[in-house]
């Protein structure tokens, strides 16, 4: 119930896949509370007074000796440490990475492709369960800037691997190591 006063520590400019980033350090000086919640509104989406409303805050924050990352958007404004564990984090970036996936015309090719191969229900659940998870991965680590691989690298690896799943199509369909396939092109 009290409000912090904050102070901007430094910003850098990043360049990632050929899209400008800035990175911030925001320090508080907090009172703290009795029982070590704290709650923070991020005011970039607001309905009022909205700068922006299609862009994510991905946020590393330590309050009180807890700490944890957490994104912010239009759909998620407020942060309440303790009730945000690691599994909503988890969650959240795995929800941003089917997003990812579903909204580019590679991906849906690559699963098209995979999912033309499948022998049953079963093995399409496994596969694109696979895929995703290795892509939510891969995007969430992206995303914190732990991985950062060029575009121009990358995108000759998604027409590699959708051209390898089509070839493995017509020569025969799912081999034993489509799972182990499908999740390393995943990580692409």
Known sequence: G????GALRGTTDEQREGRAYTRALLE??????PTGAYEIRYGVFSDGDAVVDDHTAVTDYDLGGTRGTFVFDAGHRELDVGDAGPLSSVGRFVALGVEHIL???DHVLFLAVLLLGARGLGSVIRLATAFTVAHSLTLALASIGWVNVPGAIVEPLIALSIAYVAVENILGGESRHRLAVVFGFGLL
């Open 2 to 5: 009290v409000e912090c006063e």
């Open 103 to 105: 909204l580019g015309i």
């Open 28 to 33: 508080y000086d907090c009172a703290g509370s």
